[in-house]
């Protein structure tokens, strides 16, 4: 029997305020992964039994002490990248109650206000590509699961 392809799903909160003019971001740190990048305002893995938005507010109460209403979120990205066993899932919200601040300072050095566009040059490339296809009306990308397949593909 062929084996089934299984991924990790991971979840994204991307908080803005003013208008979408402003993104709040926190800074990894001591993760073993990407530390001292600036990524969204909190992320984190889904847990078995947990929907993809219970998982998003669960890491924002978690990270940043905040609560978010489920129907406040807005499902904004998937992203399906190629040389990793994850699926990105992003959701936005620009509504939330309590004040933002550092949970885990194990795992995160800073977390601030930022214009959106003018972000620190030490954002995770992802997010500026979630940003980018946003602004763009995309969703859905698999940018580099296409490209490593194209090539995978030419070189059989």
Same mark, same amino acid.
């Given at each position: 029997?062929?084996?089934? +392809?299984?991924?990790? &799903?991971?979840? *994204? ?7 979408? #003019? ?8 001591? #993760? ?14 889904? !847990? ?10 669960? !890491?924002?109460?978690? !990270? ?5 209403? !489920?129907?406040?979120?807005?499902? &904004?990205?998937?992203?399906?990248? +190629? @040389?990793?066993? +994850?699926? @990105? &899932? *992003?959701?936005?919200?620009?509504? +939330?109650?309590? #004040?933002?601040?550092?949970?885990e300072p194990n795992k995160c050095s800073d977390l601030r206000w930022f214009n959106i566009n003018e972000l620190p040059e030490n954002t995770m490339?992802?997010?500026? @590509?979630?940003?980018?296809n946003m602004n763009m009306g995309i969703i859905y990308d698999d940018y580099e699961f296409s490209i490593q397949k194209s090539y995978l593909d030419?070189?059989?």
């Amino acid at each position: 029997m062929k084996e089934r +392809y299984q991924s990790k &799903v991971a979840v *994204f909160l991307m908080l803005t305020r003013n208008n979408n #003019t402003e993104i709040l971001m926190q800074k990894r740190y001591n #993760t073993g992964y990407m530390d001292n990048l600036y990524d969204m305002a909190c992320s984190g893995h889904l !847990e078995h039994g947990e929907s993809l938005a219970h998982a998003t507010i669960r !890491e924002a109460k978690e !990270e940043i002490g905040i609560d978010v209403d !489920e129907k406040n979120l807005k499902l &904004v990205a998937l992203i399906h990248p +190629y @040389n990793d066993d +994850y699926l @990105n &899932v *992003f959701f936005a919200s620009n509504t +939330y109650e309590g #004040t933002p601040e550092i949970k885990e300072p194990n795992k995160c050095s800073d977390l601030r206000w930022f214009n959106i566009n003018e972000l620190p040059e030490n954002t995770m490339p992802r997010i500026k @590509n979630v940003l980018k296809n946003m602004n763009m009306g995309i969703i859905y990308d698999d940018y580099e699961f296409s490209i490593q397949k194209s090539y995978l593909d030419k070189k059989h």
